[in-house]
């Protein structure tokens, strides 16, 4: 069992930077890939993120790519996820989620790959 608690969302401008922070419970936090997604108002939870379980790999979403950056810290067991230059259209409930990898370059990319989420933290950004 994995219980993950995001932080860092809150109310901020276009252009500025933001970073999302998730904590991890459990002694086993390297052994799981970790993703971002977000949901915005009337849409479906969409895929932002994923960082492989010992961090050498990463893989983004093209409207994220170049803008967000994630992270891990397998000896704090907590993953980030750096976001700058928001755009009014980041607005959304970010979740933080992890998922059981077998392979040291797993990187999930689709809802029902991951195991674990948070309750997510909400992102306002305004133009």
């Known amino acids: 069992q994995v219980q993950l608690v995001e932080s860092g969302g809150g109310l901020v401008q276009a252009g500025v930077s933001l970073r999302l922070s998730c904590a991890a419970s459990?002694?086993?936090?390297?052994?799981?890939?970790m993703g971002w997604f977000r949901q915005a108002p009337g849409k479906e939870r969409e895929f932002v993120a994923a960082?492989?379980?010992?961090?050498?790999?990463?893989y983004y979403a093209d409207s994220v790519k170049g803008r967000f950056t994630i992270s891990r810290d397998n000896a704090k067991n907590t993953v980030d996820l750096q976001m700058n230059s928001l755009k009014p259209e980041d607005t959304a409930v970010y979740y933080c989620?992890?998922?059981?990898?077998?392979?040291?370059?797993?990187?999930?990319?689709?809802?029902?790959?991951?195991?674990?989420w948070g309750q997510g933290t909400q992102v306002t950004v305004s133009s």
């Open positions: 989620a992890a998922s059981v990898a077998y392979t040291s370059y797993y990187l999930p990319i689709r809802r029902v790959e991951y195991n674990y």
């Open positions: 960082i492989s379980k010992s961090g050498g790999n990463t």
């Open positions: 459990g002694r086993t936090f390297n052994a799981y890939a």
